[in-house]
C-alpha cells in the first residue's frame, strides 16, 4: 500500500466518524494490534475453541484473512493471543505466525505451578516471536487461587526474569482484586488487562467500592497495561455506535491509567459477533484522536512497544 492509499483510507474511515478534515490527516498512524486470535478448523484434530455451532467465528482465522481486513486499515503488525489450552498448539500458531510479517509476536497460553511448565516455556521462548503468555479466568482456571501457590508464583517470576508477560482474562472484580496482589508477589512482572472495557461495574455497593479502590491501586502499578478492547456493548439486542455512549468508561481508564499504558486490541476474530472490525476501529480512533496525535499514536503503537517488546518484521511497521 503506497502512502497516497493509506491516507486516502484513514480520511474516509475519520469521515465515518465525523472528524475534521485536519484530524483525518493525523489520523494515518500506524496501528500495532494487540489483541488478534489465530485459529483453523480444519486443521485434523480440530480445535477446543470456537465450537461446531458457532456460525460467525467456526472458519479458519488466519493471518491471510486478517491482512485483508485490517491491512487496509492501516493496521501494520498484529500480536496473536493464544486461543487453545492445548500446549502443542502453541508450537502450531508460531509456526503459521512466522510465514506471516504482519504477525509481531505470539502470547502463548502455557500454565505456571505446573510441572513442565519451565521445559515448555524454555521451549517456546527460543522463538523471538513468543512474547509472553496468558492465565486468568479462562479454561477452568482462577488465578485468585493459584496466587497461593509458591510453585505458581515461582513460575511467574521467572516470567518476568526472562522479560516476558502476563496477559490476563477475563476481568471481573476477583479478577482485578488477584492482580493488585501479583503485583505486590511478583512487582517487576508487566501485566497486561485485557478487554477491561467490557467488564460489568458491580451493582453491589461494596463490591463496587472495592473494584474501584483496586482500579486505583492498579492505575499506580507502572507495570500494568490495559487493553482497550472489547468496547462495544449489546443493549436490549442493539450496539450503539456514538462515541458519547462509551464516553465515560473510556474517560474512566484513560484517567486511571493515563496515555502511556494503553493498548488497542481488535479481538478480531472474536470482533466479528459485534460489528465489523473497522466500526470498532473507527470508534477508539475517534476517542484517541481527540486526546491529540500524541496519545493516539502511544496507544496505537508506541505502547505496545513498550508493553510487549515485539520486534520489527517489516518496514511497514513503526
Sequence with gaps: MNRRTFLSLSAGASLATGL???????????????????????????IPWPGKNDKILYKPAL?????????????????????????????????VAAKDKIIVGVIGNLEPGKPEFNKQLDRFQNNPLFLGIRYGNLWGRD???QLKSPGFISDLKALARDGLVLDT????????????????????????????????????KQIKNNYEADLRLLGQSPKVYVKISEVLRRVNGQIPTELDFYRERL?????????????????????????????????VREYFMEKGQTAAEKYFWKNSVAAYNWRKRDVTQP
Excluded at 475534521?20 to 480440530?46: C, E, M, W, Y
Excluded at 491471510?64 to 493496521?75: H, N
Design 20 to 46: 475534521s478534515v485536519s484530524a483525518q490527516r493525523k489520523a494515518a498512524i500506524p496501528i500495532i494490534d494487540t489483541h488478534i486470535h489465530l485459529f483453523d478448523p480444519n486443521r485434523p484434530q480440530g
Design 63 to 95: 493471518p491471510e484473512r486478517y491482512r485483508g481486513i485490517a491491512g487496509r486499515l492501516g493496521v501494520a503488525g498484529a500480536i496473536v493471543v493464544e486461543a487453545s489450552p492445548w500446549p502443542e498448539d502453541n508450537q502450531w500458531v508460531l509456526e
Design 143 to 145: 488465578i485468585a487461587i
Design 169 to 204: 482474562a477475563n476481568p471481573n472484580p476477583a479478577l482485578l482484586a488477584a492482580i493488585v496482589n501479583l503485583t505486590d508477589l511478583v512487582p517487576d512482572l508487566k501485566i497486561i488487562i485485557d478487554h477491561l472495557p467490557q467488564m460489568n461495574i458491580p451493582a453491589d
Design 251 to 283: 474517560d474512566e481508564l484513560f484517567t486511571t491509567f493515563g496515555e502511556d499504558r494503553l493498548l488497542y486490541g481488535s479481538d478480531w476474530p472474536n470482533s466479528d459477533q459485534w460489528l465489523p472490525f473497522e466500526t470498532g476501529l473507527n470508534l
